[in-house]
């Protein structure tokens, strides 16, 4: 069975400090992806990134960037000089065999002005 | 390129009602999901279609739910008779398997049972 576990249920913080948002996964395959996706305030999923379980190269996309590591089961988010645009809920992601997503709870970040 | 599309955007209804929710995929996608989000239970999976068949509907609550794709293009998930308790968000997916493995999602439509 998969499980993602994102222990942080909220984090609060002020504009241009960074914050990370952990997330551990569980699954028996060796072949998996991982996701992050976006919730903001108006309430759609916003994809933000995808990794395989075979690149485990951290990304990085602007302000935002990831840091895969399978030796401890985490693939934790960064965002950098946070802005309040950044304020909403944050979910990882996971997708073992077959085609479903086993979602965490998620992590709500307020950015505060 | 439009994105996945879902109406109503809000439906509310009362306890007893047959509510519709509507979806359609983004074009050239194969696979459609239906998810459930509420406060308690955080997103769950309801069903998820493959070249339209219903490939896993193990997350389907009960009887009263029920999820139809009868083309590449348009899903529905019927909930007869609705309750209070099936108040939530509900999102649909799609994603081009076998490819990118990512599923992108609709607006959702938030549901209110009275």
């Known amino acids: 069975a998969q499980k993602v576990t994102q222990a942080q249920t909220e984090i609060s913080v002020v504009e241009k400090e960074d914050v990370t948002l952990d997330c551990v996964y569980e699954?028996?395959?060796?072949?998996?992806?991982l996701f992050w996706y976006k919730q903001p305030p108006s309430g759609e999923l916003v994809f933000l990134i995808r990794?395989?379980?075979?690149?485990?190269q951290n990304e990085i996309s602007g302000r935002y960037s990831w840091n895969f590591q399978k030796s401890t089961s985490s693939f934790n988010f960064t965002i950098t000089a946070s802005q309040v645009v950044d304020s909403a809920v944050y979910f990882c992601?996971?997708?073992?065999?077959?085609?479903?997503?086993?979602f965490g709870g998620g992590t709500r970040v307020l950015v505060k002005p | 390129d439009a994105g996945v599309i879902q109406s109503p955007r809000h439906e509310v209804t009362e306890m007893g009602q047959e509510v519709t929710l509507r979806c359609k995929p983004i074009?050239?996608?194969?696979?459609l999901f239906w998810y459930r989000q509420t406060m308690m239970r955080g997103l769950e999976l309801l069903i998820y279609?493959?070249?339209?068949?219903?490939?896993?509907d193990s997350g389907m609550p009960e009887d009263r739910f029920s999820a139809k794709m009868p083309n590449a293009s348009f899903s529905t998930l019927k909930i007869q008779p609705s309750e209070p308790r099936d108040s939530a968000v509900y999102f649909c997916?799609?994603?081009?398997?076998?490819?990118?493995?990512?599923?992108?999602f609709g607006p959702g439509t938030r549901l209110t049972v009275l």
């Open positions: 992601a996971l997708k073992a065999a077959g085609n479903k997503l086993t």
């Open positions: 997916a799609s994603s081009l398997e076998g490819e990118t493995d990512t599923q992108y």
């Open positions: 279609f493959n070249n339209n068949v219903p490939i896993d």
């Open positions: 074009s050239g996608h194969n696979s």
């Open positions: 990794r395989n379980s075979f690149d485990e």
């Open positions: 699954t028996r395959d060796t072949t998996y992806y």
